[in-house]
């Protein structure tokens, strides 16, 4: 039976999904939601609920240090500076691990909506192999704590961060998918 592997490659403008199988790409989707999106995402927030205006290395600073797909066990605090919407003085509020999760959500939901999409147009004979090996997740913010479950979650499809040894498939895979226009035109024209 042909042997499948399922990448996702979450960067920082983009996602790209993908099955590969027999070195070649099955089925693939991508969207225009990652890394930025989250941060973007954690400023709404901020500005919604606490009328606060903070830059995107505040936001991305958010992410890293309590930033989670998932509720945490432990309730992470952090004082965040910025900008008062109303008054336009500096001010502080404290954000918590959990309105950060409750930010970010729709945002971590359109990206496995990417995934389940890819999921659903994969072929039965190789399904039940990436269930079995499950989903790599490559990418800078495959690194998002907890996302990893959150996919899993969602999906029903075991989830894992790629690790040292995957990034040489994972480095390849990515080749593939930023040149996948190029990569169709070669394997669909018939010399």
């Not at 996702?8 to 403008?13: E, P, S, T, W």
């Not at 404290?94 to 496995?112: F, G, K, N």
């Not at 997740?137 to 894992?160: I, N, Q, W, Y």
Request: glycine residues 10%; negative net charge.
């Amino acid at each position: 039976a042909p042997s499948g592997h399922m990448i996702v490659d979450i960067g920082g403008g983009s996602t790209e999904a993908a099955v590969i199988s027999l070195g070649g790409v099955v089925t693939h989707k991508s969207a225009r939601v990652a890394g930025n999106k989250i941060d973007e995402a954690i400023q709404s927030y901020l500005k919604k609920k606490h009328n606060l205006i903070i830059g995107d290395q505040t936001a991305e600073d958010i992410k890293l240090k309590i930033g989670s797909a998932v509720p945490t066990s432990k309730t992470e605090k952090l004082e965040i500076s910025g900008r008062d919407l109303v008054f336009g003085l500096p001010r502080t509020v404290i954000l918590t691990s959990d309105q950060v999760t409750e930010a970010i959500r729709p945002v971590l939901m359109q990206i496995i909506g990417a995934v389940k999409g890819v999921l659903e147009d994969t072929p039965p004979e190789l399904a039940a192999d990436i269930i079995d090996k499950g989903i790599i997740m490559s990418g800078g913010t495959s690194l998002l704590r907890g996302f990893d479950k959150l996919m899993t979650e969602e999906t029903g499809v075991p989830a894992h961060t790629a690790d040292d040894p995957l990034l040489c498939v994972v480095r390849g895979t990515g080749l593939v998918l930023e040149n996948i226009e190029l990569w169709k035109r070669s394997v669909t024209t018939k010399g």
